[in-house]
């Protein structure tokens, strides 16, 4: 069996592959990481890593250990945690975020159950940027997000929010005299794009390839934020689908909102990283799952 620092030596020198940092972060001296690591490499009977005197790189039989024991110790980890959670109780910080200001108020009135509910934690607000939204639950910084689903290899709770969509259009656009339009008719104008951090599920829900009929929409530019991608539709570079609170919060005077007739409804809701699903989080689903019952109701 390995020890525990045998196995954090090993997987910290796989993922910085260096050992003057690896020391750095485990805060022991770099003889010691390379004392490890060759004691490590006489148990196996093998090299685990390939050294020169400038670059540090796993072997193949060291990327297949690395490969197999990092999910096994994350698990681990996992567990302790859990564990720590139901022995304490809700406490701690918890560090929610909110993607979009329609959906401030959703988060808003969880964060006030949640709290009444488990005084003894503390609950810190963010918005979120679409840039920030996936790595921000990655490293840890945020810890639940309110965001439209879907949402790729996080995990989701309830709808919270449920909205008809919209195509927005620049003003005086042909498509401004429709009562409500299609979604074949984004096989006729450029769509404009959302910036490539956002994951793939989403944009395919958002801004298919294709329309229903199976008529190829073409690719307008993309934009950064979402405000940026409203200003490219107000300059007549594409259309975007939306969801109909667009046109409440991002009221613009050379943007407009055509109803979508026939497309689903948006859905809202909490997104987190599985191996983050604590007590803490947990509850605060619950709890925003509680208070916004009312709120699935389609915008009209």
């Known amino acids: 069996m390995l020890e525990r620092y045998e196995v954090e030596t090993f997987l910290t020198l796989a993922e910085e592959l260096h050992f003057g940092r690896t020391a750095k972060q485990l805060t022991v001296s770099t003889g010691r990481v390379s004392h490890v690591i060759k004691k490590l490499e006489r148990r196996i009977g093998a090299p685990l890593f390939a050294r020169t005197s400038r670059v540090v790189r796993l072997t193949p039989i060291g990327r297949q250990l690395a490969d197999e024991l990092a999910p096994l110790v994350a ?30 108020p959703v988060l808003l009135r969880a964060v006030a159950l949640f709290s009444e509910r488990h005084p003894d934690c503390q609950v810190e607000v963010r918005e979120a940027q679409l840039a920030n939204t996936r790595s921000g639950l990655l490293d840890g910084s945020t810890d639940v997000l309110i965001a439209s689903f879907p949402f790729d290899g996080m995990a989701t709770g309830p709808a919270l929010l449920s909205e008809d969509r919209a195509l927005a259009v620049a003003a005086g656009h042909p498509l401004t005299r429709e009562r409500s339009v299609s979604l074949e008719v ?6 404009v794009q959302y910036p490539a951090v956002t994951s793939v599920e989403f944009k ?19 934009g950064n934020t979402f ?12 259309v975007l689908p ?21 497309a689903p409804p948006i859905e809202r809701g909490a997104v987190w990283l599985p191996s983050n699903t604590t007590t803490r989080v947990r509850e605060f689903v619950r709890a925003a799952t509680d208070a916004n019952a009312a709120t699935l109701a389609p915008v009209f």
Not at 186 to 191: E, G, K, Q
């Open 75 to 104: 698990g681990m980890d996992e567990a302790v945690r859990r564990a720590v959670d139901a022995g304490r109780g809700v406490t701690g910080t918890l560090r929610v975020a909110f993607l979009g200001e329609w959906t401030a």
């Open 186 to 191: 984004l096989a006729d104008h450029p769509v």
């Open 204 to 222: 395919r829900d958002r801004t298919p390839e294709r329309t229903p009929a199976g008529r190829p929409v073409p690719k307008g530019p993309a």
């Open 227 to 238: 405000s940026e991608m409203l200003s490219l539709v107000a300059l007549g570079r594409g």
């Open 242 to 262: 939306v969801g109909e609170h667009t046109r409440r919060y991002y009221p613009r005077p050379d943007v407009a909102y055509v109803p979508i007739h026939d």
